[in-house]
């Protein structure tokens, strides 16, 4: 089979398209013809071994998949070949066919393609863990989200508002801003590109505030980091809850003084881990998710696919901070 693999550590221009065997299904594991992978900021940094997890190589990145069940192990009742299917892989997902644990594979519903498939489970399922469980946000509640037209934060848009809150979404673009709105969001903020001297920090905190109003934000979602996130920090309500998702601006440091001064709370999502230790806690997400997308509060929004061959450029674009909604390559037609 075909995949597109990191044989070195390095930029998007270092992967290659190479042959690999076919995977074979063992006891309790599906095969999965992969139709569609959708790229997210962990692909940009695994490739270059900057991100926490370290697979051996050579190895095909892409941590989303959507697909037909070619095949099934012994002890699989749930799937059978033919059954169309979406899953996280953790990395492995550019490749033709993926071997994965039957456990970790979702019925793709009907009517939904599997380019939207590959986009629903990563995003989403960091984003209601982190507001729900590390932000406890509850209907009445203000958010503000960074870094908003992205995968993450479009569904922290859609997720905010299924669940009550008023949102307030920060983006780098009027383009960008555009999205949001459509997504749902109440009110947007169009900030500068970093690094921003004091005067510009100062600037943008004032601007959050504004829009956070007298009492500021209840949770704040940060995927950006970098120096967005002391302005953001400054703006948080008494008592708030600041949310740790990404750094692709940056590892920023932050003043701890405010987090007195607030009463706040600076609080990590580390989706990955929630998944591995409290299965049955992120099953209940994930099933309450596929209620939202039945109910249509909430769909993932692909805005650019592209073919096998060009996964690397998809990558490029993702790591250039250029991506609005999710990026797809199509594995197969």
């Known amino acids: 089979m075909r995949a597109l693999l990191s044989k070195e550590p390095g930029g998007p221009e270092t992967l290659v398209m190479d042959e690999l065997p076919d995977p074979v299904a063992g006891p309790g594991q599906v095969v999965v013809a992969v139709k569609a992978c959708s790229i997210n900021y962990p692909d940009v940094l695994i490739i270059e071994d900057k991100y926490q997890m370290k697979p051996p190589r050579p190895f095909a990145p892409g941590s989303e998949v959507s697909g037909v069940v070619d095949s099934v ?52 399922g960091t984003t209601i863990h982190a507001l729900l469980d590390r932000g406890h946000l509850k209907e009445g509640h203000c958010l503000l989200v960074l870094g908003a037209a992205g995968g993450v934060g479009l569904a ?53 505030k504004a829009a956070g109003g007298k009492t500021g934000y209840d949770v704040i979602y940060d995927p950006v980091g970098g120096d967005y996130a002391e302005p953001a920090l400054r703006s948080i309500g008494w008592e708030g809850r600041y949310l740790v998702v990404g750094f692709p601006a940056g590892i920023p440091r932050l003043p701890l003084n405010l987090t007195l001064l607030k009463s706040c709370d600076v609080c990590g999502v580390f989706w990955g881990a929630f998944a591995a230790r409290d299965p049955k806690a992120n099953a209940a997400h994930i099933d309450r998710l596929f209620r939202l997308w039945k109910d249509g509060k909430i769909a993932p929004r692909v805005t650019e696919n592209f073919a096998f061959e060009d996964g690397g450029k998809a990558i490029a674009k993702m790591a250039a901070r250029g991506a609005i909604g999710k990026l797809v390559v199509k594995v197969a037609d």
């Not at 169309?84 to 939904?112: F, H, I, Q």
């Not at 969001?185 to 943008?204: C, H, M, N």
């Open 156 to 208: 922290a848009i859609e997720l905010g508002k299924a669940f009550g809150a008023r949102v307030v979404a920060a983006v780098s673009s009027e383009e960008k801003a555009a999205a949001c709105r459509e997504a749902g969001a109440d009110e947007t903020i169009v900030y500068g590109r970093a690094p921003f001297d004091k005067d510009q920090s100062k600037a943008l905190a004032e601007a959050f």
């Open 73 to 124: 192990g012994e002890g699989v009742t749930k799937f059978k070949p033919g059954d169309r299917v979406l899953c996280t892989t953790g990395s492995g997902g550019l490749v033709e066919k993926v071997a994965v644990p039957a456990a970790s594979l979702y019925p793709l519903p009907d009517g939904r393609t599997f380019e939207e498939g590959a986009s629903l489970i990563l995003t989403y």
